[in-house]
Structures are given as structure tokens and as C-alpha cells.
């Protein structure tokens, strides 16, 4: 399946915190993030990746099948100035639709959320 | 081992009380502007109508938005930024994001008054390298104003 290449900038882990009410300091408070804790960087939300997850299934798909259901776990931190590969493959094919592997990848090959999601056809 | 104490784990009960999220166009659109989305649905009513829905339509995942505002607009902010009323009474409170699953209904739109439910579904600890890792699974249910469920989320965060 087609990948897509996402590299947020700070406003948009800004955006993505306020639209969300997510307060956590770690994606907008650089010397919390650092001096208290020890992360090199501001961090892209795990949420967030989730959703690019979700956009690239949807993005290959979405014409022809609704997400039924997702899920994602976060193996490596991503922080403030990665670039995330996303893509995936198809695992299995029936009638009802399809179950796809998902995984958003730093450019040095470090997997940072790797996911399956489930997708059914449209009537 | 034993960094869950009785506190903790007394914690684990709590009944969190149902919260409801009125969905207003300008929420859908913050949400859709964040993460990138430029499909005219999630924008202009008319567009959405064109499209079959009865007024803009919230991307995807946002059932995440309505159960932050659940956990923060009300209750205690930890020093992290974190809902007080999220975290368990532990040793640590330096938390990860863990595995995240998330099964979904009907879509939810503008007008829609969605209630979400939450429970701490499971409580435990594991040895890590580093020292005692307490995971805390939380359950969220997310029903609409005419009680189909929406989405339904167990989310599991990790603190060390």
C-alpha cells in the first residue's frame, strides 16, 4: 500500500494538543521535556500517530471500505523533527474486508507505532 | 514487586462519572485542521450533506478528543500536565503510552451529544529492565444521543 511521509512541525503538535485539550507538557514545554524528563526533544503524541495510521489505511481504502477497528502500540519514542514513514501491507482478504498491518517509521528505520487495523467493505 | 499497593488498587474501583460532549462544527474542524485532513466533509456543512450525513463529520479518531476533555476540563493537573483524576496513586508518575484499541460505530457528527464512559478495566505489574512497570487499562465507551455506540476504546498507559 502507498506510504506517506509526515514531519510535524511544532505547531502542529500544538494544534493536535489544543484541538484534543491534551495538556501533557511533553508536546509543547521543551525544558520540562528535557531538564525533567531527559527526552531530547518535544514529543509527537502517540495519539497522533495513531491517527496518520488511520489516514494511510483510509487513504488507500476509504473509498471502497470504513475502519472497523484499529489497534497500535508504541515501541520508540518520536520526537520534534522526525520524519514518519507510514504504510503498511495487507495481511488477509475475505468478503467482508480486509485486515491491514500498519507501522509509522523513523528514516533511520527505528519502528515507532506499529498497529493492525481492520477494514469492511462498503455495501 | 509490590509497587501496587491497596491505595492503588482501591484506585482501580473508582466509578468515574459519564461525561457528555455536545459536537460542535468548530470542534470537528480544530480536530480536522490538526491532523491534516482536508476532505470538505469535515468542514462545510453542505459539503457533508452532499456526501449523505446530516452536518460536518468528525474524522476518525475523534473519540480521542471527546475522552481528553472528559479527563481534563475537570479535577486536579498533575505537575506533567496529566489529569489528576487519570492517575493511579503510585510511586512514579512518569507515564508511556501503551497498546490503544479502538472498535467503531456509526460516525459521529455535528449536533451529536456523545456520552463516554470510563473504567479502569485492569490494573497490574510487570518486572522491567529498568525497575517495576505498572500498567493501568482504561475502558471508554463512547454512545450517541440515540445509544448507538460509536466507539469503544481500551487504552493501556504504562508508568515507570
Known sequence: MPTRSVTPSEVDLFMFSASAWLLHRIHYDRPFTVDHDGHPELLIHGPLQGVYLVQTAEAWLGDDATLEAISYRHLSPAYLGDTLECGGRVVTVDDDGVDLELSATKRDGTVTTTGRARMTWRN | ?160
Not at chain 2, 474501583?13 to 466533509?41: K, S
Open chain 2, 1 to 160: 514487586m509490590g509497587v501496587l499497593t491497596s491505595e492503588a488498587r482501591a484506585w482501580a474501583e473508582t466509578e468515574f462519572p459519564p461525561y457528555e460532549f455536545v459536537v460542535g462544527r468548530t470542534d470537528i474542524a480544530r480536530f480536522a485542521r490538526a491532523t491534516g485532513e482536508t476532505d470538505p466533509i469535515h468542514f462545510d456543512p453542505e459539503a457533508a450533506r452532499a456526501a449523505g450525513h446530516t452536518d460536518v463529520v468528525a474524522p476518525t479518531m475523534f473519540p480521542y478528543v471527546i475522552r481528553m476533555h472528559a479527563s481534563s476540563l475537570e479535577g486536579e493537573i498533575t505537575e506533567d500536565g496529566s489529569p489528576g483524576g487519570d492517575v493511579p496513586p503510585l510511586p512514579t508518575t512518569r507515564a508511556m503510552a501503551g497498546e490503544t484499541e479502538i472498535s467503531f460505530g456509526p460516525p459521529i457528527v455535528a449536533g451529536d451529544t456523545i456520552t463516554v464512559t470510563k473504567r479502569v478495566a485492569d490494573l497490574y505489574e510487570k518486572e522491567g529492565r529498568s525497575g517495576a512497570l505498572v500498567f493501568v487499562e482504561m475502558e471508554f465507551t463512547f454512545t450517541n444521543q440515540r445509544d448507538e455506540m460509536v466507539a469503544r476504546e481500551v487504552f493501556t498507559r504504562i508508568y515507570r
